[in-house]
Nanobody, 124 residues
Framework: QVQLVESGGGLVQDGGSLRLSCATS????????MGWFRQAPGKERKFVAA????????YYTDSVKGRFTISRDNAKNTVYLQMNSLKHEDTAVYYC?????????????????WGQGTQVTVSS
């Protein structure tokens, strides 16, 4: 059974930084594309970033380009999301997800496995 566990969320001031981690187990992590999504209260879950299975291709939603960086360590079965210059509108529950196809996609339907989420709160 594939499990994804996010960590690293918390409360940070506007302009601050956080690094989210997503540790996976029970699956073929090195063949999965990985994605980060977020969901603010009362809103739908939205794509944030994705990385392909080898780490050679990354994708971002426009609002986080230049501020967030997705990366992966296949030796540790872990994907990261470095978030800098955080803004109040980044406040959400952040979820990581795994895509067996390996390519990476902004479409949540493409993802097969999901973590439980970690809360990120940016105070203005």
């Amino acid at each position: 059974q594939v499990q994804l566990v996010e960590s690293g969320g918390g409360l940070v001031q506007d302009g601050g930084s956080l690094r989210l981690s997503c540790a996976t187990s029970g699956g073929a992590f090195t063949s999965y594309a990985m994605g980060w999504f977020r969901q603010a209260p009362g809103k739908e879950r939205k794509f944030v970033a994705a990385i392909n299975w080898a780490g050679g291709a990354t994708y971002y939603t426009d609002s986080v380009k230049g501020r967030f960086t997705i990366s992966r360590d296949n030796a540790k079965n872990t994907v990261y999301l470095q978030m800098n210059s955080l803004k109040h509108e980044d406040t959400a529950v952040y979820y990581c997800a795994a895509d067996r196809s390996g390519g990476g996609s902004p479409d949540p339907i493409q993802y097969n496995y999901w973590g439980q989420g970690t809360q990120v709160t940016v105070s203005s």
